[in-house]
């Protein structure tokens, strides 16, 4: 990522096992909560965070 966060893949899952909002929208990506902060990664925070209020409203 951008603010040199290493990503494991730590499970393959079918389609229909993956997990989804309450609309129906599948995730992207499943993050450990305690891995953020735990690496001091507070940037990659920030831009979910920004993301999130983004399309929230209404930018893309």
Excluded at 28 to 40: K, Y
Aim: hydrophobic share 45%.
């Amino acid at each position: 990522g951008r603010h040199g966060n290493k990503g494991v893949i730590a499970r393959i899952l079918p389609v229909e096992d993956m997990p989804f909002l309450p609309d129906g929208t599948p995730l992207d990506i499943v993050l450990n909560p305690i891995g953020v902060p735990s690496r001091m990664n507070l940037g990659q925070i920030f831009e979910a965070h920004l993301g999130w209020a983004a399309n929230e409203l209404g930018f893309k």
